[in-house]
């Protein structure tokens, strides 16, 4: 069962009969109050004008200085006028090693891409192309959800985040980058709480969502798969009572950065 955002729920118990006339100015105002407290949550709101987007990488290593990025994939977390969380359309892209990387024998058995491989050099591409049309791509669903910055959420995120990061430095791709340098929302922690799992497949499972081990550690699909689950436990487990109740700091708008 889906539980909504309190926010998102109409209020049954509203007068509809009023006329208006000047001995129901107060009623009407007190009714228009009703109706804006009744309005259904915005996603800029609900995450204080970030934009959620669940981010994978593969990798050739773990060190994100040396080891080369091989794939990457983006799904932004969009909330619909009923109040429900969904992914979006994703953004991915298989990466070139950068010159002079690192291909641990070890991480490319794990994840079985084999940079040699013909067909997938007819479709990689280098890291500075990748990046900056996956950036514009995110950038254009911030603006139009009304967002300052993009969170990066993970399963075991700061990992994403840091061969994110010295990609976007290796390719001087720092004004194009949407997302925040150190912020994350992570899955692993989110999975503990709700499930009492910190394992990606462990976690879906007792979702419900169906995970395939086979096709695991392809970015595009790991990133579909913690998408879903963040989404579930955003719709499924209700914000504390005193959701909001701190008044949101204005910020001033990243778009003049963007440029």
Do not use: W
């Not at 989110?190 to 395939?212: I, M, P, W, Y």
């Amino acid at each position: 069962m889906t539980i909504q955002n309190d926010a998102a729920v109409p209020n049954t118990h509203s007068t509809n009969h009023l006329t208006n006339t000047p001995d129901n100015d107060s009623n009407i105002a007190t009714e228009d109050t009703a109706s804006e407290e009744q309005a259904p949550l915005r996603l800029k709101d609900r995450f204080r004008k970030f934009l959620p987007v669940v981010v994978d990488v593969e990798t050739a290593g773990f060190n994100a200085q040396t080891d080369a990025l091989l794939e990457i994939a983006c799904i932004p977390i969009l909330l619909n006028e009923e109040g429900v969380f969904y992914p979006g359309d994703a953004f991915n892209a298989h990466i070139e090693p950068f010159e002079g990387a690192n291909l641990e024998p070890s991480a490319l058995a794990f994840t079985g891409i084999d940079p040699t491989n013909p067909m997938r050099k007819a479709i990689a591409e280098d890291e500075k192309t990748a990046l900056r049309r996956i950036f514009k791509g995110l950038k254009d669903v911030r603006r139009t959800e009304d967002c300052r910055q993009c969170v990066l959420i993970g399963h075991n995120a700061h990992f994403d985040l840091s061969f994110l990061n010295a990609a976007v430095l290796r390719t001087n791709s720092k004004s194009h980058n949407p997302f925040h340098n150190f912020s994350v929302f992570d899955t692993v922690t989110l999975s503990a709480l709700a499930f009492g799992q910190t394992v990606l497949a462990r976690a879906c499972k007792a979702a419900g969502l169906e995970f395939d081990g086979k096709d695991a550690h392809s970015a595009l699909y790991d990133t579909q798969k913690t998408a879903e689950l963040f989404c579930y436990i955003l719709n499924h487990y209700p914000m504390l009572s005193n959701m909001m109740h701190a008044e949101p700091a204005k910020e001033p708008s990243a778009d003049n950065e963007d440029e």
